[in-house]
């Protein structure tokens, strides 16, 4: 009963977590070989990391402990552990790699190669080189690859580039193939809908293109500033943001409802620095960050006013842009204490032990009654872990089981508590878990006893 009460204590968790967390931003800095780290709490620059020779794009994992950022010089992907600000070893990807996006549910990163027509898929668990996807092209020269955009389950990849007549690949990421296409002019960057099928597409010719990803279809075409580039989708999904290159503005674009009549429209522009470029969100949506490339700088928008209240200085020709979880606590192995999670996956990089540990640094130890759950989970788990690990039958149960726990702590992290239907079910998971494997520890130790008689 005790297993029960610790893993319904964690699981309940999940309600108390404060509204306000801490947050980086990542910048790279193309001209200076260098990549900002900002402080969003205080609007401060706070570190200055040498990554590589052009540092372009940038993506954080689930628990926000790597930045993975592509060099366009040196064809490679850098990897930062974020607690430390230290440059790990470099994986080789493509010619000119540009754009990077995480799907943080399989734990994969996709990397648009701009000469080589091809997207490199990186396996994070280990930091290799998985998979190379080729784009056709149907054989005419001159061809650049630029965004990449997944949709929130991770099977899609829309890609996006240029040459006679512009392309948007739709890439299945499971078979690694090309599987459609649509013909739009000058694609920059891809942005896709957490909470619907549609993704939003910059192209150099002013305009935002609205895709239907369940037909793979443009549904509407949105006017918006001058040489649109960087784009991002809020996360409720009823707003956008695109940065405008020569009018030194951010585009604001009210999108319809889901089964409502297509009224997608840009609503109002924000002036911001010199040159903007890229965009990214904060989790909870209430703050916008923008490089701008011209003056060095990043500017910060608050959402609900639509207006530039901070402007932070970064280095040479900024770039890409991430936001994410300020770095977790060190982990001093066995998965950073997530004892039960790593037994059953059985490497502490998995991605459910990923976010079950960012949501212990971020959510458990922010508050006294998840700190009071650490210290008793620290107490019980390591025993309960211990059977688990040597059963491959328990490993499969808890693997199965896990799916729902690690996908509440994602909402939690990224979105806010999850519905009371859902941390019911949860609640009900533990406590079978917390009675269960007991039995199950005692009936396998009778059978061994058994075994030993004889």
Known sequence: MRYALSIFFFLSCLAFHPSARAERVYVTNLNSGTVSVIDTASNSLVDTISVGKQPAGIALNADGSFAYCTDLEADRVYVIETASNKVGPAVAVGAKPYDIEISHLNNMAYVTNQDDMSVSVLDLSNNSLAAVIPLPFDGIGGVFIYGIGLNPGGTRAYVGGYYHEGRLWVVDTTTHQAIDHL??????????????????????????????TAANSVLETISVGNMPHGITVHPDGRRIYVANQEDDTVSVIQTARPGAPLTSAAIETIAVGDAPFGVACNASGSRLYVTNTQEDTVSVIDTNANECIATIRVGAHPWGIAVGPSPPAPDNGGGGGCFIATAACGSKT???????????????????MGKAFVKAYYTYSPPLAGFIAKYDWAKKIVQIALFPVAAAAWISLTIGPGPFVGLALLACFSLGLGILLPRLKKGATEKSETKTRC
């Open 350 to 368: 998995a991605p459910p032990v990923s976010l079950l540990r960012a949501f212990r640094d971020r959510i458990l130890l922010k508050n006294r």
């Open 183 to 212: 013909v739009l002019g000058h694609v920059e960057d891809i942005a896709v809908s957490p909470v619907e099928n549609r993704a939003y597409v910059s192209r150099l010719s002013n305009w935002v293109s609205v895709i239907d």
